[in-house]
């Protein structure tokens, strides 16, 4: 959950590395740092605790010459937010520096064994001890650095995607990974090479990239052919592919936040989501991936999704909508609970992974656990060459752009776009759909984007009803049906980036313990749009009013029964009740927004939080 970027090459590395790191800052913030070989050969590392501006402004008079160097954004695992925690680590002998994102389960034994044979340490983590063993194993073998650090890692357990310089070594840059993602970005002529935790500081440098596969150990040097081999020190041939990304979603674009304007972005994403699949004019959905695995697909007996966070809610609603049309039972599992409870897997159910990043740790792992059992796997991702996309049989992208804010927005909605898809395709393909139910959702999810762009009219209004709910201290949010996930989302949005505790229930579950809670200091948020079991919603709001709790309400345009009990309301357009969490979610995601500015947090990077968790 870090973020990790390198250069070699013939330009000055600080201004790639410093500008890498603010690219992969989301990654990460508690504490940042360089390691620069300098044009004499001096191995400079300077770290700080905090964000990656508070070190740049510490280094205005120090040496930051040198055309090779790593960095690093952390996000605290062994050991407090600290300069001496922070990364790069360097070895006993000052010759070694290492950047790290995992975790090396088995760093204490190694400690311990290392501290026998005299080795001293300045941090808690387990990254210098990585760094320190490297090094041991490189003495004790007589081998040179290459060699070393693949004898190491063959004894490590864990995950780890590492960057590694050798000052006896001025013109070569070591990387390896295994369950953490690194790519290797190609300079012209091989003149140059850039590393990072994922392509977007590579992007405006170069758009062929490597992506390094599991226990491959990439070896770069200026001038020549990137060098990989395996732990097994087999020879890998690089398989370069070409990334296309906008860098103007990488930049605010006059918004204040990032979260801000990727709500804004929504419409559009999903309209970049639909694009070439959902044929307006011929009533239809085509999806690549069930043309081309279609008997595998429809033949499952079981659907199984699973993920982890915002995206495990969008399974939720995936379920019921693969459930009604296509007729298929289906499980929604936390991946981190499913890899570690023996499931019953096997060669007739399909599993979905669904991940924003691609490389979220526990769905990794479950992914790899299914396939073990002979089940079919299908991802939806938005990372394009992503290790989810890589492991994965087949799969659809979500396609709605680089998404940096913390807290999921565009993504949640991308993900229920391709869900919605994913669910019409398969009921339309085993007929368990009507035809004029599936042309019906298909006309309606087309205008859906236009639709969004009507819901940005209440911003204003939703940024003044913010001033009324910053005060409290807890939080109930309530919805059924398609809309109880949403519930679980918009509570989760406030938690994350407002502090404030919320939780989400359906709406008839109150009555088992949760009204317990309410009074005139608890806000409940209740969606109460005009779909299945709208009238047992008004009896759940009328026990909140008898209660003296206070209401805000999404509601259908339109609607003036729960105007008159709640006591504020937040207009939706109409729509299909499958589709109305692409509606119901964006004012939750703005009053979330809007509470945490209230409050003067960090919307975009909020404490204790990463955006990629790909350690467990």
């Not at 001496?84 to 090396?104: C, E, F, M, R």
């Not at 780890?160 to 013109?171: E, G, N, Q, T």
């Not at 499931?343 to 599993?351: N, S």
């Amino acid at each position: 959950m870090c973020g990790i970027v390198g250069y070699i090459g013939t330009r000055q590395a600080f201004p790639v590395l410093i500008k890498g790191l603010k690219r992969l800052e989301y990654r990460g913030y508690d504490s940042t740092g360089v390691a620069l070989l300098s044009q004499i050969d001096m191995l400079n590392v300077y770290k700080k605790e905090g964000k990656v501006a508070q070190l740049e402004e510490t280094l205005t008079s120090s040496d930051l010459t040198g055309t090779l160097g790593i960095a690093h954004t952390r996000w605290a695992t062994h050991g407090i937010p600290s300069s001496g925690n922070a990364h790069p680590h360097t070895s006993q002998s000052g010759k070694l520096a290492l950047v790290h994102n995992g975790i090396i389960e088995n760093y204490s034994v190694i400690r311990e064994r290392l501290l026998e044979h005299g080795f001293t340490f300045k941090s808690e983590t387990d990254t210098e001890v990585l760094v320190q063993f490297i090094e041991y194993v490189k003495e004790c073998n007589k081998v040179d650095t290459v060699t070393a650090v693949r004898l190491a890692l063959n004894r490590v357990i864990g995950a780890y995607a590492i960057v590694l310089v050798d000052k006896d070594h001025p013109d070569q840059v070591i990387a390896a990974r295994k369950s953490s993602p690194l790519v290797i970005g190609l300079g012209e002529g091989n003149e140059e090479f850039f590393i990072a935790s994922d392509a977007t500081p590579l992007v405006e440098y170069t758009q062929n990239v490597v992506y390094l596969n599991d226990e491959e150990i990439v070896v770069l040097k200026r001038g020549e052919e990137m060098q990989i081999c395996n732990l097994k020190n087999e020879s890998v041939d690089p398989d370069v592919q070409c990334i296309e990304m906008n860098i103007g979603l990488l930049e605010k674009g006059g918004y204040p936040h990032f979260m801000l304007k990727e709500i804004y972005e929504q419409a559009q994403a999903m309209k970049d989501c639909m694009r070439g699949r959902l044929l307006e004019q011929e009533k239809r959905v085509v999806l690549s991936a069930v043309t081309h695995h279609r008997e595998r697909l429809l033949n499952a007996k079981r659907v199984i999704i699973v993920s982890c966070g915002t995206s495990w809610h969008a399974g939720l609603i995936g379920k019921q909508m693969i459930e009604t049309f296509a007729k298929v039972p289906v499980e929604v599992e936390y991946a981190s609970e499913f890899r570690y409870r023996n499931p019953v897997i096997d060669a007739q159910d399909v599993v979905i992974a669904i991940s924003q990043s691609g490389e979220t740790a526990d769905t990794l792992a479950a992914i790899s656990l299914a396939k073990e059992r002979g089940a079919f796997i299908f991802g939806i991702v938005n990372a394009v060459g992503s290790s989810i996309a890589r492991t994965t049989d087949t799969g659809t992208y979500i396609h709605v752009g680089p998404e940096i804010g913390v807290a999921s927005t565009k993504a949640f909605t991308g993900q229920l776009t391709v869900l919605t898809m994913l669910a019409l395709s398969l009921g339309k393909e085993k007929q368990t759909i009507s035809t004029a139910e599936y042309e019906e959702i298909v006309a309606e999810l087309a205008v859906i984007p236009d639709k969004m762009e009507r819901m940005l009219v209440f911003d204003k209004q939703i940024a003044e009803l913010a001033k009324c709910y910053t005060y409290a201290r807890n939080f109930i949010y309530l919805g059924r049906g398609y809309n109880f996930p949403v519930a679980l989302e918009g509570a989760l949005k406030l938690k994350e980036i407002s502090y404030i505790h919320a939780e989400g229930y359906p709406a008839a579950e109150m009555k088992h313990g949760p009204i317990a809670l309410v009074d005139a200091e608890m806000p409940v948020v209740v969606i109460a749009t005009h779909h299945q079991l709208y009238e047992k919603t008004l009896s759940n709001i009328q026990e909140v009013k008898a209660r003296k709790g206070r209401i805000l309400a999404i509601v259908t345009e339109g609607d003036e029964v729960v105007k008159k009990l709640a006591d504020n309301v937040i207009e939706v357009p109409a729509t299909l009740a499958c589709l109305s969490p692409l509606l119901t979610v964006i004012p939750l995601q703005l009053l979330a927004y809007h509470v945490a500015v209230m409050k003067g947090l960090d919307v975009d990077q909020p404490r204790n939080l990463a955006k990629s968790v790909t350690v467990e």
